[in-house]
């Protein structure tokens, strides 16, 4: 279920319709590198006390990941992947982090959570490589089903990871397509990976009641629609107010149908809310979390609430992005053995993906 017609018709706003090529590239400028090292923190002699160096955060790179994305001019250009690579490793973790390889979903996997019908036409439309799996925002490129698996894949491989006792925390820069929904492709969003892992964490482990939390600018509506009626998908959303910003959803009013009802939080925020209303908002999001103990814990963190993103206009910084990684590795040690993938979701300012995404891991490694 969409909402989007009445604001593509009222004001011919599209997810990718503003965009401003200036600002697409990445920004020299490294007055706030970030600082803090993994390596600072001193000697430690006592395993617990020193998790990073038995308990690394996975972090997911490969050619396979850099290649989702729709090239110049599109705002979801094929560079993001690499750029945050880049910014993460100026930030000099160490140990920390342990890099893996991305790996492709099969359609078995696919159908886990959309439907044959829509996979059957992204497969086609990939092959013919023209036009646009959505109303103008998602291009059918030549290979896009692969691409689009791979990321679907990976999210897998990391719950993989997580539930096989790898690793405890995971993150993957290109995912988090949280605007597909089980039968289509919306805002650059092919396939839902989050959609997906969750459908598998039950398939798979049996795990029922997972959090997802989303703070990119827009509303994860590929998610909450498709778990509406799912009570054991507990949905906290912190995102520009659609009355302003695409999808034109997510309203405070929206909290789920039926037995759901109450499961689903959305908080949306004006244009120009920063780091004070965020953390406002996130007070009410970890409260409700917590109230609601997850097994686990999918994260999307998309860059494109920070000041300065060429299709929002939201004013936060990565500290929002700090906060929230910190607060919901705190939350996963609590309820579900510290259980949290990551995903990078939207960020269309190159230098604000590569600083959000790099203290989203940083946290994470920080948190232990
Ligand atoms: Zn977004």
Same mark, same amino acid.
């Given at each position: 279920?969409?909402?989007?017609?009445?604001?593509?018709?009222?004001?011919?706003?599209?997810?990718?319709?503003? +965009?401003?090529?200036?600002?697409?590239?990445?920004?020299?400028?490294?007055?706030?590198?970030?600082?803090?090292? %993994?390596?600072?923190?001193?000697?430690?002699?006592?395993?617990?006390?020193?998790? @990073?160096?038995?308990?690394?955060?996975?972090?997911?790179?490969?050619?396979?990941?850099?290649?989702?994305?729709?090239?110049?001019?599109?705002?979801?250009?094929?560079? @993001?992947?690499?750029?945050?690579?880049?910014?993460?490793?100026?930030?000099?973790?160490?140990?920390? +982090?342990?890099?893996?390889?991305?790996?492709? %979903?099969?359609?078995?996997?696919?159908?886990?959570?959309?439907?044959?019908?829509?996979?059957?036409?992204?497969?086609?439309?990939?092959?013919?490589?023209?036009?646009?799996?959505?109303?103008?925002?998602?291009?059918?490129?030549?290979? =896009?089903?692969?691409?689009?698996?791979?990321?679907?894949?990976?999210?897998?491989?990391?719950?993989?990871?997580?539930?096989?006792?790898?690793?405890?925390?995971?993150? =993957?820069?290109?995912?988090?397509?949280?605007?597909?929904? @089980?039968?289509?492709?919306?805002?650059?969003?092919?396939?839902?990976?989050?959609?997906?892992?969750?459908?598998?964490?039950?398939?798979?482990?049996? +795990?029922? @009641?997972?959090?997802?939390?989303?703070?990119?600018?827009?509303?994860?509506?590929?998610?909450?629609?498709?778990?509406?009626?799912?009570?054991?998908?507990?949905?906290?959303?912190?995102?520009?107010?659609?009355?302003?910003?695409?999808?034109?959803?997510?309203?405070?009013?929206?909290?789920?149908?039926?037995?759901?009802?109450?499961?689903?939080?959305? =908080?949306?925020?004006?244009?120009? %809310?920063?780091?004070?209303?965020?953390?406002?908002?996130?007070?009410?999001?970890?409260?409700?979390?917590?109230?609601?103990?997850?097994?686990?814990?999918?994260?999307?963190?998309?860059?494109?609430?920070?000041?300065?993103?060429?299709?929002?206009?939201?004013?936060?910084?990565?500290?929002?992005?700090?906060?929230?990684?910190?607060?919901?590795?705190?939350?996963?040690?609590?309820?579900?053995?510290?259980?949290?993938?990551?995903?990078?979701?939207?960020?269309?300012?190159?230098?604000?993906?590569?600083?959000?995404?790099?203290?989203?891991?940083?946290?994470? +490694?920080?948190?232990?």
């Amino acid at each position: 279920m969409l909402h989007t017609g009445i604001l593509r018709i009222e004001t011919g706003i599209r997810h990718g319709s503003i +965009v401003d090529s200036r600002r697409l590239r990445p920004d020299e400028s490294d007055d706030a590198r970030l600082s803090a090292r %993994a390596g600072d923190t001193g000697a430690c002699h006592q395993p617990r006390e020193c998790p @990073r160096v038995t308990d690394p955060v996975l972090v997911y790179r490969g050619d396979e990941l850099a290649s989702y994305g729709f090239g110049d001019p599109h705002p979801f250009g094929l560079d @993001r992947h690499d750029v945050f690579q880049q910014e993460l490793e100026l930030a000099e973790l160490g140990d920390g +982090v342990e890099y893996a390889m991305p790996r492709r %979903a099969g359609v078995d996997e696919l159908l886990l959570f959309h439907t044959a019908d829509y996979i059957d036409k992204v497969s086609r439309m990939s092959f013919e490589g023209t036009g646009f799996l959505d109303e103008g925002d998602t291009p059918a490129l030549p290979g =896009i089903f692969d691409a689009a698996s791979d990321v679907v894949g990976t999210t897998i491989a990391s719950v993989d990871a997580i539930m096989g006792g790898q690793a405890r925390r995971a993150f =993957i820069p290109i995912a988090g397509l949280h605007h597909a929904g @089980r039968g289509h492709a919306a805002g650059f969003c092919v396939f839902n990976d989050c959609g997906v892992a969750a459908e598998y964490l039950r398939k798979q482990y049996g +795990v029922q @009641r997972i959090a997802y939390v989303d703070i990119d600018a827009h509303h994860g509506d590929g998610m909450f629609y498709s778990f509406e009626d799912d009570p054991d998908l507990i949905f906290a959303d912190i995102h520009e107010d659609g009355r302003f910003l695409y999808p034109g959803t997510g309203g405070v009013e929206e909290t789920g149908k039926g037995r759901a009802r109450g499961t689903k939080l959305n =908080i949306p925020l004006p244009p120009g %809310a920063g780091d004070g209303e965020f953390a406002k908002a996130w007070e009410q999001v970890e409260a409700y979390i917590d109230r609601a103990a997850p097994e686990f814990i999918l994260f999307q963190c998309g860059a494109d609430s920070l000041e300065g993103d060429p299709i929002t206009h939201l004013r936060y910084t990565e500290e929002a992005h700090a906060h929230a990684a910190t607060a919901l590795c705190s939350l996963a040690d609590k309820h579900c053995e510290g259980r949290v993938v990551g995903t990078g979701g939207g960020g269309y300012n190159r230098r604000n993906l590569a600083r959000a995404w790099t203290r989203v891991v940083q946290s994470f +490694v920080e948190a232990g």
